[in-house]
């Protein structure tokens, strides 16, 4: 029976990856006004994507890289994206942020990190945007990977910027 329902649920996942890369509406556009097209979700995002998910409920632990183990953020991201997406991203959530390309919040795309303040330190904390304004991430607190959204008090108050790897 969990055979069935797992394949089913990533199915329903990638329907719905699939509908968040539909463009955004355009914003208006006069004298002053900037605006950035809309970016599509890669392959290897939507990978990304399912990847995170796949771990949901997985350990919390401090240095954590694997989920035998257990995972903290930013080795939660670095073992996601080499697995996932083939690409090699490790340290720190700071050292990740770093090497990222910049996206503004309205930009985001499945696939795309989110970093947030949560230890009175700039870019203290990272997790993997899946859509819907929501996002996958490793938290001490509670220490299970799980899904948040942006709007959560918490969050939204140490939000501090996006990075992508992709396009």
């Known amino acids: 029976m969990i055979a069935r329902v797992l394949p089913l649920s990533l199915l329903c996942c990638a329907l719905l990856l699939a509908a968040c890369g539909s463009p955004a509406p355009r914003a208006p556009t006069g004298p002053g006004t900037i605006t950035q097209a809309p970016r599509a979700v890669s392959g290897q995002a939507v990978e990304v994507v399912l990847y995170a998910m796949s771990l949901i409920d997985t350990g919390y632990r401090f240095g954590g890289k694997n989920p035998e183990a257990g995972l903290d953020c930013s080795g939660m991201v670095s073992y996601i994206f080499d697995r996932a997406a083939g690409l090699r991203i ?45 996002f996958v991430h490793a938290p ?8 948040e959204q ?3 008090r918490y969050f939204a108050q140490r939000y501090e910027a996006a990075r992508t790897f992709f396009d």
Not at 105 to 127: C, K, Q, W, Y
Not at 140 to 145: M, R
């Open 90 to 134: 490790q340290g720190s959530a700071a050292d990740i942020a770093r090497r990222g390309r910049p996206v503004e919040r309205e930009a985001l795309r499945p696939g795309d990190l989110v970093f947030f303040n949560t230890m009175n330190r700039p870019f203290s904390h990272v997790g993997i945007y899946i859509g819907d304004d929501r």
């Open 140 to 147: 001490s607190t509670n220490g299970k990977v799980r899904i």
């Open 150 to 152: 942006m709007d959560n």
